[in-house]
T-cell receptor, first 114, second 117 residues
Framework: NAGVTQTPKFRVLKTGQSMTLLCAQD?????MYWYRQDPGMGLRLIHY???????AKGEVPDGYNVSRLKKQNFLLGLESAAPSQTSVYFC?????????????FGPGTRLTVT | AQKVTQAQTEISVVEKEDVTLDCVYE???????LFWYKQPPSGELVFLIR??????QNEISGRYSWNFQKSTSSFNFTITASQVVDSAVYFC??????????????FGKGTRLHILP
């Protein structure tokens, strides 16, 4: 079991460029999440998905889009990167439930936008 | 609305001292779950413990212990005889029991713990 994997681990973008971050999980989890972590801000939820084909906005969705075409994958897209999107991005997954399960996190992607 | 407050932004203690990390939460639900995660300098997030709102028993796991008090809406974490390897950022989190498949966890902003040799 690889758990939750994220691709890439590091990336540097120029302002206005686009990119897609890939999250994959092999635990057959129903729920998947994208967070960003900034100094002093903790983890903030960008978007999440409660199942294949579904997505929903979290706390800080602006400037990002997501897709969950396959249950095991959750993609985070930046259409036109801005320096404010410089952050560490974490993907997570959890089993179907009513909030009782912990989230399993990927190793993170460090993104710098210049 | 849900809220998790970790008032201690950063704590430094000397190795072997005991240290308590505070977590205060807000929720209107009667059924909810509380979590602690550890983020060591390597960056990954590691799950430590889960507690549901109906179980107020304190828990001990080795040098780690957790004190859950509904009366004060707190779920504090104590490390006894701290070690340098305990240096990390610790996050407290809250999840409300949902029947509409909205399974979100709200994280506090974290407490950075430095254990000095």
């Amino acid at each position: 079991n690889a758990g939750v994997t994220q691709t890439p681990k590091f990336r540097v973008l120029k302002t206005g460029q686009s990119m897609t971050l890939l999250c994959a999980q092999d635990m057959n989890h129903e729920y998947m999440y994208w967070y960003r972590q900034d100094p002093g801000m903790g983890l903030r939820l960008i978007h999440y998905s409660v199942g294949e084909g579904t997505t929903a906005k979290g706390e800080v969705p602006d400037g990002y889009n997501v897709s969950r075409l396959k249950k095991q994958n959750f993609l985070l897209g930046l259409e036109s990167a801005a320096p404010s999107q410089t952050s560490v991005y974490f993907c997570a997954s959890s089993p179907l439930g009513e909030g009782e399960y912990e989230q399993y996190f990927g190793p993170g992607t460090r993104l710098t936008v210049t | 609305a849900q809220k998790v407050t970790q008032a201690q932004t950063e704590i430094s203690v000397v190795e072997k001292e005991d240290v308590t990390l505070d977590c205060v939460y807000e929720t209107r639900d009667t059924t909810y779950y509380l979590f602690w995660y550890k983020q060591p300098p390597s960056g990954e997030l590691v799950f430590l413990i889960r507690r549901n709102s109906f179980d107020e028993q304190n828990e001990i796991s080795g040098r780690y212990s957790w004190n859950f008090q509904k009366s004060t809406s707190s779920f504090n974490f104590t490390i006894t005889a701290s070690q340098v390897v305990d240096s990390a950022v610790y996050f407290c989190a809250l999840s409300e029991a949902k029947v509409n498949r909205d399974d979100k966890i709200i994280f506090g902003k974290g407490t950075r713990l430095h254990i000095l040799p």
